[in-house]
């Protein structure tokens, strides 16, 4: 197992908003804490998620973004390059130093006193777009792969920025997190693979039954996601 850590540069938590006129509330609008922060089971204390059927729960308690990658969003999109800073994308955490092409599913890590693993990959939707003013940004997060990652809270604890984050268990080293993601959004999946991505028991249950369905030849539409 590699030796993966980084420093917490962020911690952010937002709350239902009415952000665009006729469309649905949002709590994609995360704003920065300073001090330590109760994780549970369902994420970080005084967070919350307006429509909890797509977003939330045990298997997506903690988002985590790269901020690695802000500065290829401002290279791709120079128009909103004073936008694209840590939180942007509504996550509640981001670091310097790991992305998507560090962890596996299942990757078990420590952070603050809490113990947290990878349970799947974002899946980008509308209100990224809606948020940031830019129609094409979730089919972009989604081509590019830089979507960022969900947590599962195995550990509930306390988190502040300036914190630790650290691998301490890779139960499954053969499916790297980079390459599960891209097998989500491919139309083309193997049946061998999806098969395989149904049946892994650290990937979030909602991915699972993707995989599933794509194991069977379903085709996803994922029109109403991206666009809204």
């Known amino acids: 197992m590699t030796d993966q850590s980084a420093t917490i540069t962020g911690l952010f938590v ?84 790991l992305t998507e092409t560090d962890f596996c599913i299942g990757d078990v890590l420590t952070m603050g006193t809490a113990r947290i693993q990878v349970s799947q990959g974002r899946q980008p939707c509308w209100k990224l777009n809606a948020h940031l003013d830019e129609k094409t940004l979730a089919a972009r997060f989604q081509k590019t792969g830089r979507v960022g990652w969900y947590y599962r809270v195995l550990q509930a604890g306390v988190v502040a920025e300036g914190d630790l984050i650290e691998l301490v268990d890779r139960p499954q080293p053969e499916w790297p997190l980079e390459r599960v993601i891209l097998a989500r959004f491919d139309p083309y999946l193997k049946t061998a693979m999806a098969l395989s991505l149904s049946r892994l028991p650290e990937l979030a249950e909602g991915w699972r039954i993707a995989f599933g369905r794509k194991a069977k030849h379903k085709n996803e539409n994922t029109e109403r996601r991206l666009i809204g």
Not at 70 to 90: E, I
């Open 14 to 97: 937002g709350h239902v908003q009415q952000l665009w006129e006729g469309r649905p509330p949002s709590a994609i609008a995360k704003q920065r804490v300073s001090g330590p922060l109760r994780l549970g089971l369902h994420g970080f204390e005084s967070d919350r998620q307006a429509d909890l059927s797509v977003h939330g729960g045990p298997d997506k308690a903690v988002h985590h973004y790269a901020s690695d990658h802000y500065d290829a969003w401002a290279d791709d999109l120079p128009h909103l390059a004073n936008r694209f800073r840590p939180g942007a994308f509504g996550e509640n955490l981001a670091t310097l130093g």
